[in-house]
């Protein structure tokens, strides 16, 4: 990559291969025509922040070349010096998922990085949370309201008298009723519902509220001997079912919540943070309301960060399906055994007859703010969401709400959506996350501290009590990517011991969002 000078009075722009006939333009607010590089290029017209400009004649069909990739074909003559984007770069077709190369890029033996530590919660199974909270989970979107007024009334009445407890969170979803329970897709939902309430960070203390007449029984969501609730005193799970003859009226089903509640706070309080090694972080990677600097500046220090950690032994989930099908070859070169290759193809096979039953396809992705960011379309977005994975062996593959076993870099196929993809994380043992963003969003979750990373100086300046790194920094020239990314990993282990983000800091908690591929009823 070449990086610019900071001078922000000289026309820049960001070159990311020496092959590339395109880069983007570097400075706050885009150039106007007539802007010339110290390269000797002019621009023939006005290019906004982020977008492309053609470094050299481009006749109508021609290769559009970015990351050393073709990420598109010129609709028509574009003379150097040209803007380049969705209207005038014609996409190409999709990578056929057979033929692809296999393990042919697996690097060395990665050195150790050893001595890292944070203070975490280790609970009874092994796993390690970064924060103590105590988790209501629910078997049908009918009782979520009712839930949702028991945890304000835990938070101000019982909370404070658990001081190591960090909060009270309803894990509240749409599901549970009114759907196919028994049709193909089903277990999906189902098991991510149940893997949620097991997230390291509820500490095997996680509460279930039923409604009682719903589809998803308690006893199809926990199975027998899975049910990892227990209350204080015995082995019975710490299940409060709203029709149960003993509730007469509203308030007595909000006392059975609270009443049980105190129970598991208690159990809570127990816990104490003590040090644990860096390989107990379990991070999940993901980018929203990107721009064509999430691949330049953001993305890349998330990459380097993620290189650290498995080196440290620990666990990193990149995801996101649509947003790394086109480069599923710089994937299935990566993985680590044939067996990691064919499961990634399977993910990505599965989710091209899940869109054409949808009737759409990978045009979909990207967004209208993905494009006014420069992003002309999903090939170039997925060069720049592929580089959160670095450059480490994939190691393993995770379905849509399975839950992790193994250590490593592993692709955990989700949907591109930020709140379905956390959701889906969060299932699969997460612990700590990292979100990056060009054109800015308020995500964050209850379940995890949520890292917030700014892809350019602008949004980190805008939004300077919303973002907790600004990676803007790469492409002004004041920071390296190598920089950024060790300032991550110590956040990483800073986070995990219980700092808070700013997504903390402002309650800023989405809703869980399931993918559910089942028909309804």
């Known amino acids: 990559m070449t990086t610019p000078t900071s001078a922000n ?29 110290p390269s000797g290029l002019t621009l023939l017209e006005a290019v906004p922040q982020g977008h492309k400009v053609a470094l050299r004649d481009l006749k109508q069909g021609d290769h559009v070349i970015r990351y050393n990739v073709t990420i598109g074909y010129a609709s028509k003559d574009l003379p150097a010096g040209s803007w380049l984007a969705e209207h005038n770069v014609e996409m190409p077709p999709a990578r056929e998922l057979t033929g692809l190369p296999v393990s042919t890029r697996l690097p060395g033996p990665l050195e150790p990085l050893e001595g890292y530590t944070f203070q975490g919660f280790r609970n009874p199974d092994g796993s390690v949370g970064t924060r103590n909270i105590l988790a209501i989970t629910t078997t049908v979107q009918c009782v979520s309201g009712v839930v949702e007024f028991a945890v304000e009334r835990i938070k101000r009445e019982l909370l404070p008298k658990y001081p190591n407890v960090d909060d009270v969170v309803g894990l509240e979803h749409t599901y549970g009723c009114g759907v196919a329970i028994e049709a193909p897709g089903a277990p999906i939902p189902i098991r991510t519902i149940r893997n949620i309430a097991l997230n390291p960070n509820f500490g095997g203390q996680a509460m279930v509220v039923s409604l009682g007449c719903e589809k998803l029984q308690p006893t199809r969501l926990f199975p027998k001997g899975s049910i990892p609730i227990q209350n204080a005193g015995g082995a019975d799970p710490g299940l409060v079912c709203l029709q149960d003859a003993q509730h007469v009226g509203f308030m007595s089903m909000i006392d059975s919540i609270m009443k049980q509640a105190e129970k598991n706070l208690a159990e809570l309080n127990k816990r104490q943070r003590e040090t644990v090694p860096a390989s107990e972080l379990v991070v999940g990677v993901q980018c ?7 691949g330049v500046t953001a993305n890349p220090a998330v990459g380097f960060a993620t290189d650290l950690l498995v080196r440290a032994g620990a666990t990193v989930m990149f995801s996101e399906v649509t947003e790394v099908r086109d480069g599923i070859d710089q994937l299935t070169s990566r993985a680590s055994s044939p067996e990691v290759a064919d499961a990634m193809i399977r993910e990505m096979a599965w989710y091209d007859e899940y869109l054409t039953r949808g009737g759409v396809d990978r045009s979909a992705n990207t967004t209208p703010g993905n494009k006014k960011g420069g992003l002309s379309n999903i090939v170039e977005k997925a060069m720049g969401s592929i580089v959160k994975s670095g450059s480490a062996p994939i190691s393993g593959v995770l379905s849509p709400g399975e ?23 969060l299932a699969a043992g997460m612990n700590v996350h990292i979100f990056t963003t060009g054109r ?18 602008d949004l980190a300046n805008r939004w300077h009590d919303l973002m907790d790194i ?12 190598a920089d950024v990314g060790w300032e ?19 309650k800023l908690h989405n809703a869980l969002v399931l993918f559910n591929p089942a028909p309804v009823t």
């Open 9 to 37: 009075n000289t026309p820049r722009y960001i070159l990311m291969h020496d092959n590339d006939n395109v880069a983007i333009v570097v400075n706050d607010g885009g150039l106007p025509a007539g802007a010339v590089f």
């Open 288 to 294: 929203g309301g990107s721009d064509a600097f999430s």
């Open 403 to 425: 839950k992790l076993t193994q250590k490593g870099l592993i692709y955990a196929a989700t949907p591109a959506s930020d709140f379905i993809c956390g959701t889906l994380q």
């Open 440 to 457: 800015g969003t308020p995500y964050g979750l209850a379940e995890v501290p949520v890292i917030k990373v700014a892809t350019r100086n």
């Open 470 to 481: 600004n990676a803007g920094r790469i492409a002004s020239g004041e920071a390296t990517i």
């Open 488 to 506: 991550m990993f110590q956040m990483l282990l800073d986070v995990a011991s219980g700092k808070e983000t700013w997504a903390e800091k402002w």
